[in-house]
Nanobody, 122 residues
């Protein structure tokens, strides 16, 4: 069993920054991939980024490349999503999820956090 909790969301102005955290607990040794997803009202959930602890590979949604950075702190068992140059279209509920290997497909992730709201508005 894996438990995930997101934090760090909030209201920021366009061009601002936020750092989201995903803290994992429980039996996590075999879950090598943490993905970030987001879902805006009326839209499907989309994969934003993923990091694999087995080989260090990272993946990004094309629209966030160069603006978002995913990283991992093994000592804290936490994955971060640093979001810079935020745009209004980044507004969504953000979720982290755990699986064995990175994928952009939400259905392959077994465990999900509760989500944290990110709102980008002036």
């Amino acid at each position: 069993q894996v438990q995930l909790v997101e934090s760090g969301g909030g209201l920021v102005q366009p061009g601002g920054s936020l750092r989201l955290s995903c803290a994992a607990s429980g039996t996590t040794l075999n879950y090598h991939a943490i993905g970030w997803f987001r879902q805006a009202p009326g839209k499907e959930r989309e994969g934003v980024s993923c990091i694999s602890s087995s080989d260090g590979s990272t993946y990004y949604l094309d629209s966030v490349k160069g603006r978002f950075t995913i990283s991992r702190d093994s000592a804290k068992n936490t994955v971060y999503l640093q979001m810079d140059s935020l745009k209004p279209e980044d507004t969504a509920a953000y979720y982290c999820a755990a699986t064995y290997y990175c994928s952009a497909y939400p259905a392959v992730y077994e465990y999900w956090g509760q989500g944290t709201q990110v709102t980008v508005s002036s």
